[in-house]
Structures are given as C-alpha cells and as structure tokens.
C-alpha cells in the first residue's frame, strides 16, 4: 500500500504539473481539494483519466471522484479495492 | 471622451519587460523564428497557481499586471483581447493526443485552456473583474479590433478604463506548419534582414503587449488614440487614397503626420503595400518598423503601438527603429498602418496628449 | 437602444432555411442523430445535432472551385451569411458603410484536425494551413458576400455570437457603421468531440433542459447571421424591419475555467445589464430563450440567475431550444437570435423538449408546449467558457 501511495503522489505531481511541489510534501491525510494542495474539479478529470489509463477504473460520474480523491489515503484504498490493472 | 494610454506592459522577443524602453534592444538576423526573453514568472504567480498556464496565459497576465500597475489602476471597466491564433501550444497538444491515443485516455486541461478567450478569462479570475470580456480573433486585425471596442467604450462612456491587450504564441508544430506554407523564411536562406528582403516569407516571434486606455490623462500618460481603422481587402493602387480619407476624418494631411510606423516585415511577395505609403507620398516622413525586434505575428501591431507610445512621449526616436533617416523637430502625430500577406489592414492614429 | 434587423439566414440541424428552421420548431421535430460527417470512436455514446449534408454537398452550394481551402465552419457561416444579404434585399453590398462581425470557437480546426501529420506528406493538403483559424472564417464569408471593409471575429467559446450581435448594435448606434452582418458559425469537429467529452458533460441519449435528471448537452453545428441597420439605411432603402436589438450586456463570472458559480452571478449581471440598456422591466418579457445545454450546471446556475431577476414566482414562459438543434457553440446564440426573431413575428414559444421532472432547487417549469400568444420582447442568454456571460433582448418594436 505504501509503495501505491509513493506512486500515486508522483503521478498526480506530473500529471497536474505541480512544479516546486515533492512527494514528501504531500502528507497522506492531507486533504487534496480545497484547501491542501488546492486543486479543482478540473485537475479531478484528469485524475479520472489517471484512474483509468493506469489501474483500469472507469468512472462515469465525475461527482463520485470527490469521494475518492479526497486524500492520498482515500484514493489508494479505493484503487486497491477496484483496481483491473 | 477622449481615450489615453496610460499603461503599457510589453512581454516580446526583446527584453521589454522592464528598464527604459529600447536601452537592449538588438537585432537577429540568424533567426527565422525569434524567442521569447522571458519575464522572471514567479514575481507575478505561484508554479501551482501556473500549473495549466500556457506561454499565452503566463505572458498576458505578466503584460497586463505591468501594465495596470503603470497606470495604478486595479479594476479596469472591460478586458478586451485580440489573438490570432489563440493559446495554440493546448490546442496542438490536444489535437496530437486525440489522433497519437485514437480519441482514448484524454484530458481536458489542455482543451479548456485552448479556447481563444482563456488569457482574458484568466485576467478576469486573477482580478475578480466581473466587467466586459471580449476576445477578437481575426488574424491581424485582432489587436486592433481590441483597441477599437475599448475606445468605443470610453467614448459612449461605457467604461471610464479599459485594459486591452494583443497575444500570441508559436509552437514548434505550428512553425513547422508555417514554414511549409511559405509563412516563414525557408531555413535555407540563412540570414534574414527585414528591409529591403527579396523573398517572399517573414520571420515569426510571439508575445504579448498589454494597454490601459482611460478617459482621464494621468502622470503616466503616453499617448492619445485618434483613430483605429480596419479594412479586410484594399488593393493597392487605393491604399494610399484610404489613407488620405482617414487622415482627412481626423483633419489632418500627410504633412502632419510626423512619424510612419510600418508593420513591414521582409516579405517581399506583399511589401508592395509599404511601399505604396514609404517610397510615395510618405517619402519625406520619418519612418519606423519593429518587426525585425518583435518578430511577425497576428498581433505583433499591438508591439508596434508598445514603440508609438513610447516615441510619442519621450519624443526620441533609437536608432535601431529607424527605417529611414528623416527626422523633425517633435512628433507630435503618428501613424500606424499595418497589413499581412495582403489582408487586414489597419490604420492607428495616436497623438501627443 | 434600438437597432433595427433587416435580414436573417441559417443553417442547423434542423432545416437550412430560415423556414425550415421555424417550421422544425413548431412541429416539435428535433434532429438530434447519430453522427455521420466525422468518424469517431464516440460514435454509439454520443449523439449530435448534424447537418446532413457533406462537405462536398456545401461546397457544390456555394460554387466553390475544385481547389478551394474552406473549412466546413466557413462553407456553413457562407452559406448563412449570403441568406441574411438576400434576405435584408441587399444588392450593392458596398453601397454603404458595412460591416461583418463574425464568431467561431471551431474556426478551420474541422478541416485541419484531419491533417495533422499528412500536410509533411501530401502538398495539396498545405492548402489547408491558411484555413485553420478563426479570421480565415470570416474572410470567406466577406469574399462570399464581397464585403470589403469592417471585418472582424469575435470568440469567446458559446457566448460569441451574442457578442457579436452587441458590437454591431453598438457601432450602427454609435454611428461607426451604416450596417453590420452579424452571427456566428461552428461546425461539429472530432477536437470538440473529444474535449466535451472529456469534462464529462455529454449525455449519451438526447439532451434535457432544466430536468432534474439532465444528464449533459447534445453537440451540434450551425450558423446564423442577422443584417443589422441603422435607421438612416431603413428609411432611404425603405426596408423592412424584422425586429430590433434593444438592449444587451456582457459580464463575467469570474468563477471557474468551465462551471459556473452558484448564485449565476455573471448571467445575473449581464441580464441586468440588458434591461437598463434597453429601459425595460422584467415583467416586459414575454418570453426567455435559455442558454439550457442541459449540463448539471449550467441550468443550476442560469436557473438561479434567473430566478435573481424575475423573483421565483414571476419568471415568464421560457425554454431551451437546444433540445432541437444540439448545443451549437459560437453559432447558439446567432441561431437562437433568429428564434427569437421568428417568435415575435408569429407569436409563438417553442416547446422545451424531453422534459420530464422538474428542478429540485427551484420551482421552474419550462413551456414543453407549444403555445401562441403576443410576443412584444424576448430575451435571449448565452454563457461561455471563461465565465462569459451574455443577454441580448429583442423587441417587436
């Protein structure tokens, strides 16, 4: 699980693009949207299409991801759980 | 109501961001695409807040910011834009993921942030600026088409400031494109000095040039915008006669024009246009151009508005600039007219305030 | 204010004549289909407000030469254009001081999204570069008509084409132009396919404005162009007035990128902004024709706005026509200017379609009838990305 969460935190760091910004800043219970890192319902599309180009998860209702994506933990238990790749 | 400059921020291929105007200017003629130099970004917004930000956002929101702060104005009464091409560096990116992925696995930063309207939206964000927010985009005349609509709206009162701005980006696919179509100088040719070039093709360059236009003169005034006039098609044996009827609607001859700025730019197949105005009736009028600094682009005039003003107030004109070796004693009328590859013409008068 | 409308043309979905159109519209006949102009692989998900007719169809139309470079988005906005002429009884163009004020979000990307990589290999496609962007539109629009003058585009993603209506008022008001073209033209493009799609706010089956299961819009293509003149050309010419522009305004959101805010402040703000202009109230509305692309957010917060402005219990008949002709970006609010137009000529409210459950929010009931009654003003609102908010309001009179 630690291993996925180091993964996770590098991937959103390059797919959002989020220079001057490293893994070990990123707490795991950290919250992701709002406040925290700061991100918005458009970095959480791109997430969804992280989902499902790397761990094979399709999502059809963007309002689930608010659930899913509200912190390092809560993301890498959902993928554990529903991961097909 | 009368409508001044009174704020310029200026991001281009010369350092024009900062310090006095054309103290580093210089010329490079082994370049048939000219490079951005840079502003210090991180002066002006956090790399998270730049994360989705092309060159286009990130340079109109430095221009803009430089120019507002010139004028101390902090909500302007309408944003209004003019790009050619729009944020192009997204759209190519987009446009190569849909065919290289077959339309699967892709993301929608890069869409949203290709709409044409996104820098005026994102000045818009940075200022909670709830005002007018209008983006023209037609080809050369979308700077001016900017210029146009602030002034209308100072003049009917719509707004007593208005911020207006022309950007442009160039992408590697994009040049690549452009050098096949004949846009750009073959790179074979290997140097290319801008007057006097025999061939056909310009070199490109990309920037951004920002304006406040307001309806009061303040310490920070440059200049007064007479006029601005667009046309799709002129031919050329009339130019000249549409350019005495725009000065005649502003009760002015070619003798009170003191300054020509030209939007020439080496290509050989349309300077015949320039020279209907610079070898004619303008012979004797001091004569500038810019394009060999800025580089061409749809809204590179809104550079050479950048090079009027500040001609216009410090009421010198560098060397570097000079396109012939007239001069006069003050400038005190200046006209600028540009067109590209035959289209759009604009004609922009400015005046000492 | 007050500028008058002399002429109007259109192509959509659903008819390639202004009647076509209307009639289209009364008969609830809406022409939302699956895709068959562009291949892609969203074919079965998604449907679209199609033109049915193909590139080389449009081109025989408009008697274009075998080699020429225009894109569908300029063959479309052509072909609207060149109706609105005829249609305003214009036979020297040139005869005054006139204008073409245009809007895309497309531009040329139709035409060259299919060559990204082929113009390194195939010479006769290179053409084609000229043609990608949003003043080439526009330049053959003015070629068509043979406009030589005022030319200019106006983009701000789907609320371009009521901005392009606003500068032309304002101009004629302001005694810059005699007359003006305005509108707006988009045609469907696997680059605006793929970008709605991947914000998630396409519908799989037919688009459902202000129900409370809306599930997203329906794309479609369109073009629509008004003649706008000053009173001077009405008189000299003695022409027909259709309608009149009588008030308008533009503000923006400042929210978010692509979604609108909770309270619609800038759709409140430019409605606002529309009834000063005009020295109208909101009880002089007869009718509201909606943004209503039936995303989950955009019929929340125009909803809001509306409900700001016309106090929840007092908001007038009103309905999306998108449910007709798909959500046609630039071209929307051109193509639902002539709707508006056409609805105080005959009296008419077009029906929402496909409503079923209302709002849970707010109490709003769209007209899903069609209903005949006096239509003295209409106002009509189209938001775009980037927080652009924009409300135009016609008047019979």
Redesign the interface.
Same mark, same amino acid.
């Given at each position: 699980m630690d291993a996925l969460k180091q993964e996770l935190k590098e991937k959103i760091i390059a797919v959002l693009n989020l220079e001057d910004v490293s893994a070990s800043d990123i707490n795991n219970t950290d919250p992701l949207f709002g406040e925290g890192l700061g991100l918005d319902s458009i970095d959480a599309l791109e997430l969804i299409v992280l989902l499902d180009k790397d761990y094979g998860i399709k999502l059809t209702d963007p309002k689930e991801g608010k659930n899913i994506f509200q912190s390092i933990d809560t993301m890498a238990d959902y993928i554990t759980a529903n991961r097909t790749k | 109501m009368k409508t001044y400059i009174n704020g310029i921020g200026c991001v281009s291929a010369q350092q024009t961001f900062e310090g006095e105007f054309a103290a580093t200017f210089a010329t490079n003629e082994n370049l048939n695409v000219l490079p951005i130099v840079a502003p210090p970004y991180k002066d002006y917004f956090?790399?998270?807040a730049?994360?989705?930000m092309s060159k286009a956002v990130k340079n109109g929101i430095v221009a803009s910011t430089i120019a507002l702060d010139e004028a101390k104005l902090q909500m302007p009464g309408a944003?209004i834009t003019g790009t050619?091409?729009?944020c192009i560096e997204d759209?190519d990116k *987009?446009?190569?993921a849909?065919?290289d992925n077959?339309?699967? *696995?892709?993301?929608?930063?890069s869409?949203?942030q290709?709409?044409?309207?996104?820098v005026?939206?994102?000045i818009?964000?940075g200022?909670?600026?709830?005002?007018?927010?209008?983006?023209?985009?037609?080809?050369?005349?979308?700077f001016e088409?900017a210029l146009l609509?602030g002034k209308?709206q100072i003049?009917?009162g719509e707004a007593n400031s208005v911020l207006i701005g022309g950007i442009e980006e160039m992408t590697d696919y994009t040049a690549?494109?452009?050098k096949?179509?004949g846009?750009i100088k073959k790179d074979e040719e290997g140097t290319f000095p801008m007057l006097g070039s025999k061939t056909s093709g310009t070199v490109f360059g990309e920037g951004a040039a920002f304006f406040v236009l307001e309806n009061q003169k303040s310490d920070s005034t440059y200049a007064e915008v007479k006029d601005v006039e667009?046309?799709?098609?002129?031919a050329a044996e009339i130019l000249q006669l549409k350019v005495f009827d725009f000065l005649a609607a502003n009760n002015l001859t070619v003798a009170d024009i003191d300054l020509l700025v030209t939007g020439i730019n080496g290509d050989a197949h349309f300077s015949n246009y320039y020279e209907e105005l610079t070898q004619k009736q303008f012979a004797g009028t001091p004569q500038v151009y810019y394009k060999h600094l800025s580089g061409e682009y749809?809204t590179a005039s809104a550079f050479g508005l950048y090079v009027g003003a500040n001609i216009i107030r410090s009421q010198q004109i560098p060397g570097i600039l000079k396109s012939n070796d007239q001069s006069r004693p003050a400038y005190k009328n200046i006209l600028l007219y540009n067109q590209y590859r035959g289209?759009?013409h604009s004609f922009t008068l400015i005046s000492q305030a | 204010m007050r500028v008058a409308i002399t002429g109007m043309g259109i192509i959509s979905a659903i008819g390639n004549s202004v009647e076509e159109n209307f009639d289209a519209l009364v008969s609830g006949r809406k022409a939302i289909t699956d895709i068959a102009n562009i291949p892609t692989v969203h074919a079965n998900v998604i449907k679209v407000g199609e033109i049915k007719k193909t590139n080389d169809e449009l081109a025989t139309e408009l008697g274009l030469s075998a080699d020429n470079n225009y894109s569908r988005t300029a063959m479309l906005g052509a072909i609207a254009a060149k109706q609105a002429v005829e249609n305003a009884g214009i036979s020297d163009i040139n005869q005054y001081k006139t204008g073409l004020i245009s809007a895309t979000s497309v531009g040329g990307m139709d035409t060259t999204e299919k060559h990204y990589y082929d113009y390194f290999n195939d010479e006769n496609l290179v053409k084609y570069i000229a043609a990608h962007d949003g003043g080439d539109v526009a330049q053959k629009i003015a070629e068509t008509i043979g406009l030589k003058g005022f030319v200019t585009t106006i983009s701000t993603a789907c609320s371009s084409a009521a901005n392009a209506i606003m500068l032309g008022a304002r101009l004629i008001n302001a005694g810059k132009l005699d007359r003006v073209v305005v509108g707006g033209t988009d045609a469907l493009a696997k680059f605006t396919i793929n970008g709605f799609k991947t914000l998630m706010i396409l519908t799989d089956g037919y688009n459902t404005p202000f129900d409370d299961n809306r599930k997203g819009l329906n794309l479609g293509e369109a073009a629509a162009f008004l003649v706008l003149e000053s009173d001077k050309v009405v008189k000299e010419q003695n022409k027909k007035v259709l309608a009149y522009v009588s008030g308008f305004g533009n503000a923006n959101d400042a929210f978010h990128q692509t979604a609108s805010s909770e309270n619609g402040e800038g759709a409140f703000l430019a409605m606002e902004k529309a009834f000063k202009l005009a020295n109208l109230k909101p009880s002089d509305i007869d009718y509201i024709n909606m943004h209503g692309t039936a995303t989950p957010n955009n019929d929340l917060s125009e909803g809001r706005a509306v409900i700001r402005i016309f106090g929840e219990e007092n908001v007038p008949d009103f309905s999306s026509t998108k449910a007709f002709t798909g959500h046609t970006l630039a071209a929307a609010a051109a193509i639902e200017a002539v709707y508006s137009v056409l609805a105080m000529q005959n009296g008419v409210v077009y029906p929402n379609l496909n409503f079923e459950t209302p709002m849970q929010e707010f109490h709003l009931i769209p007209q899903t009838e069609i209903k005949h009654k006096k239509i003295e003003h209409v106002l009509s609102n189209s938001f775009g990305f980037g927080g652009n908010c924009s409300t135009v309001i016609f008047s019979k009179n």
């Amino acid at each position: 699980m630690d291993a996925l969460k180091q993964e996770l935190k590098e991937k959103i760091i390059a797919v959002l693009n989020l220079e001057d910004v490293s893994a070990s800043d990123i707490n795991n219970t950290d919250p992701l949207f709002g406040e925290g890192l700061g991100l918005d319902s458009i970095d959480a599309l791109e997430l969804i299409v992280l989902l499902d180009k790397d761990y094979g998860i399709k999502l059809t209702d963007p309002k689930e991801g608010k659930n899913i994506f509200q912190s390092i933990d809560t993301m890498a238990d959902y993928i554990t759980a529903n991961r097909t790749k | 109501m009368k409508t001044y400059i009174n704020g310029i921020g200026c991001v281009s291929a010369q350092q024009t961001f900062e310090g006095e105007f054309a103290a580093t200017f210089a010329t490079n003629e082994n370049l048939n695409v000219l490079p951005i130099v840079a502003p210090p970004y991180k002066d002006y917004f956090s790399p998270i807040a730049a994360r989705r930000m092309s060159k286009a956002v990130k340079n109109g929101i430095v221009a803009s910011t430089i120019a507002l702060d010139e004028a101390k104005l902090q909500m302007p009464g309408a944003i209004i834009t003019g790009t050619g091409m729009g944020c192009i560096e997204d759209s190519d990116k *987009f446009l190569k993921a849909i065919i290289d992925n077959k339309e699967e *696995f892709l993301t929608p930063t890069s869409f949203i942030q290709s709409t044409h309207n996104t820098v005026a939206a994102q000045i818009a964000l940075g200022l909670q600026c709830k005002a007018y927010n209008f983006t023209y985009v037609n080809a050369a005349v979308s700077f001016e088409s900017a210029l146009l609509d602030g002034k209308l709206q100072i003049e009917e009162g719509e707004a007593n400031s208005v911020l207006i701005g022309g950007i442009e980006e160039m992408t590697d696919y994009t040049a690549s494109l452009f050098k096949l179509a004949g846009f750009i100088k073959k790179d074979e040719e290997g140097t290319f000095p801008m007057l006097g070039s025999k061939t056909s093709g310009t070199v490109f360059g990309e920037g951004a040039a920002f304006f406040v236009l307001e309806n009061q003169k303040s310490d920070s005034t440059y200049a007064e915008v007479k006029d601005v006039e667009i046309n799709n098609e002129i031919a050329a044996e009339i130019l000249q006669l549409k350019v005495f009827d725009f000065l005649a609607a502003n009760n002015l001859t070619v003798a009170d024009i003191d300054l020509l700025v030209t939007g020439i730019n080496g290509d050989a197949h349309f300077s015949n246009y320039y020279e209907e105005l610079t070898q004619k009736q303008f012979a004797g009028t001091p004569q500038v151009y810019y394009k060999h600094l800025s580089g061409e682009y749809n809204t590179a005039s809104a550079f050479g508005l950048y090079v009027g003003a500040n001609i216009i107030r410090s009421q010198q004109i560098p060397g570097i600039l000079k396109s012939n070796d007239q001069s006069r004693p003050a400038y005190k009328n200046i006209l600028l007219y540009n067109q590209y590859r035959g289209l759009d013409h604009s004609f922009t008068l400015i005046s000492q305030a | 204010m007050r500028v008058a409308i002399t002429g109007m043309g259109i192509i959509s979905a659903i008819g390639n004549s202004v009647e076509e159109n209307f009639d289209a519209l009364v008969s609830g006949r809406k022409a939302i289909t699956d895709i068959a102009n562009i291949p892609t692989v969203h074919a079965n998900v998604i449907k679209v407000g199609e033109i049915k007719k193909t590139n080389d169809e449009l081109a025989t139309e408009l008697g274009l030469s075998a080699d020429n470079n225009y894109s569908r988005t300029a063959m479309l906005g052509a072909i609207a254009a060149k109706q609105a002429v005829e249609n305003a009884g214009i036979s020297d163009i040139n005869q005054y001081k006139t204008g073409l004020i245009s809007a895309t979000s497309v531009g040329g990307m139709d035409t060259t999204e299919k060559h990204y990589y082929d113009y390194f290999n195939d010479e006769n496609l290179v053409k084609y570069i000229a043609a990608h962007d949003g003043g080439d539109v526009a330049q053959k629009i003015a070629e068509t008509i043979g406009l030589k003058g005022f030319v200019t585009t106006i983009s701000t993603a789907c609320s371009s084409a009521a901005n392009a209506i606003m500068l032309g008022a304002r101009l004629i008001n302001a005694g810059k132009l005699d007359r003006v073209v305005v509108g707006g033209t988009d045609a469907l493009a696997k680059f605006t396919i793929n970008g709605f799609k991947t914000l998630m706010i396409l519908t799989d089956g037919y688009n459902t404005p202000f129900d409370d299961n809306r599930k997203g819009l329906n794309l479609g293509e369109a073009a629509a162009f008004l003649v706008l003149e000053s009173d001077k050309v009405v008189k000299e010419q003695n022409k027909k007035v259709l309608a009149y522009v009588s008030g308008f305004g533009n503000a923006n959101d400042a929210f978010h990128q692509t979604a609108s805010s909770e309270n619609g402040e800038g759709a409140f703000l430019a409605m606002e902004k529309a009834f000063k202009l005009a020295n109208l109230k909101p009880s002089d509305i007869d009718y509201i024709n909606m943004h209503g692309t039936a995303t989950p957010n955009n019929d929340l917060s125009e909803g809001r706005a509306v409900i700001r402005i016309f106090g929840e219990e007092n908001v007038p008949d009103f309905s999306s026509t998108k449910a007709f002709t798909g959500h046609t970006l630039a071209a929307a609010a051109a193509i639902e200017a002539v709707y508006s137009v056409l609805a105080m000529q005959n009296g008419v409210v077009y029906p929402n379609l496909n409503f079923e459950t209302p709002m849970q929010e707010f109490h709003l009931i769209p007209q899903t009838e069609i209903k005949h009654k006096k239509i003295e003003h209409v106002l009509s609102n189209s938001f775009g990305f980037g927080g652009n908010c924009s409300t135009v309001i016609f008047s019979k009179n």
